[in-house]
């Protein structure tokens, strides 16, 4: 796992980009805090190659159209906030 400091990788950009292609995901970090990861065009398109949006995968379900699906909703009382 590489790990860069965002000040670093701002500096040093084209070598972040050439160590994502070659070396997997690069994490920024912030403060010691990780906020980013750069990945390769390559993993990116895998992430997302799916192609679907949720309106599609939902309509792909073997359960799309079920009439008969019965939801257990909790009949307890609602909480009181002061």
């Not at 994490?27 to 949006?53: E, M, P």
Request: hydrophobic share 40%.
């Amino acid at each position: 796992m590489n790990k860069w400091q965002m000040q670093e990788a701002k500096a040093r950009l084209s070598e972040v980009v050439k160590c994502a292609e070659s070396d997997g995901p690069l994490y920024i970090s912030v403060h010691g805090k990780s906020t980013a990861v750069v990945v390769s065009q390559s993993q990116f398109d895998l992430l997302i190659s799916n192609g679907k949006g949720l309106i599609e995968f939902m309509r792909d379900s073997p359960l799309y159209g079920a009439e008969d699906i019965q939801f257990e909703r909790d009949s307890s009382l609602i909480r009181g906030v002061s």
